[in-house]
């Protein structure tokens, strides 16, 4: 499923874009003697507008708690696939009911030599909205 992140009036987005952490992730026995470096990208598309003429955090999307939510997970232990983690990033973008869809990249950086990266690209939108 693709999910439509194009332009809407009333919407804007919020983004975390290459951070890059470490994490104990993979299903092979070397994977899970050393951590390896991902890269995690998120899109998140809030329904509504921040409040106009307003300087205050709490009249927008932080998204302070999503990083810390995504450093949680990569320290939390050994995780088994990249589509596990993007899976746990979702939940935490989509706990605040102003997300109406969320993207999610989850790349392994240093898995081939010949590839700069391998991972997942995972996107889901609030089940009300597509029924709408």
Do not use: W
Request: aromatic fraction near 4%; charged fraction near 30%; proline fraction near 2%.
């Amino acid at each position: 499923m693709v999910t439509d992140f194009s332009a809407t009036a009333g919407t804007y987005r919020v983004f975390v874009r290459n951070l890059i952490l470490s994490c104990s992730i993979g299903t092979y026995a070397h994977e899970k003697r050393a951590r390896q470096r991902v890269r995690i990208n998120v899109e998140l598309l809030v329904d509504g507008e921040p409040k106009r003429g307003s300087d205050e955090l709490r009249d927008v999307l932080n998204y302070e708690p999503l990083i810390a939510g995504i450093k949680a997970i990569a320290a939390a232990g050994h995780i088994h696939l990249v589509e596990t983690v993007a899976e746990r990033i979702l939940e935490i973008g989509l706990a605040d009911d102003r997300v109406a869809a969320a993207r999610v990249t989850v790349e392994k950086l240093d898995v081939y030599p010949e590839a700069e990266s391998v991972g997942i690209v995972l996107e889901r939108r609030r089940r009300s909205l597509e029924e709408s």
